[in-house]
Each structure stands twice: as C-alpha cells, then as structure tokens.
C-alpha cells in the first residue's frame, strides 16, 4: 500500500526557513516523479516544484529562487526547503508522487503558517 507522509511544516516568522520532508512507502519512490503542491483555502491547489525520477527540476510561480526541491532515493524521500518565506507562503503543502499513465497519489498536507 502507497502512503505518503508530510512533515516539517509549522509557524515562522516572514524571513524565515523551513524544510518539508515526503517519506513514500510501497516501492513506488525512485521511478516516481515528485512534487510539492500548496493550497490554500478557497483557491486552487498549485504546483510549486517537481523533480523527476532523473533528478531535472522544475519550479513554478514565487518558489523560483527560495525555494529548493531534492530527492533521496535510499531513503524514499522528497524534500523542499523553503527560505525568505513570506506570508501568502502560508498555505497546507502536499506532496504527489505521480508517474505518466499509472498512478497518482498525493499525501495529507502539512500546514505552513508564515507570520508578518
């Protein structure tokens, strides 16, 4: 069974640094392409940054230059450091792991707060 399970997030002062960690359980890491999404309430969720199983990485919308994606294949872990954080950062960040036709499977979210 796939599971994926956020941590890491939590209250920070604009300014600030965090590190989200995606551990994914059932065999399915290394040939998977990882994401991190965020969402916040009344809006659609949004891609914030992707690395494929070949390790290219992708960034979208503010994350372009503060934030920053990686991948630990022995661990089955994804992670996502997060610095220069500002308020409309706060959001709940998901992770997805996702291969093209086969599958797609996202975690629980873990809430990022950031406080001016």
């Known amino acids: 069974q796939v599971q994926l399970a956020e941590s890491g997030g939590g209250l920070v002062q604009a300014g600030g640094s965090l590190r989200l960690s995606c551990v994914v359980s059932g065999s399915i890491f290394s040939r998977s392409v990882m994401a991190w999404y965020r969402q916040v309430p009344g809006k659609q969720r949004e891609l914030v940054a992707k690395?494929?199983?070949?390790?290219?990485?992708n960034y979208f919308g503010s994350a372009k230059g503060r934030f920053s994606i990686s991948r630990d294949n022995a661990k089955d872990t994804v992670y996502l450091q997060m610095n220069s954080l500002q308020p409309e950062d706060t959001a709940v960040y998901y992770c997805n792991a996702w291969r093209w036709n086969d599958y797609d499977y996202w975690g629980q979210g873990t809430q990022v707060t950031v406080s001016s």
């Open positions: 690395i494929t199983s070949g390790g290219s990485i």
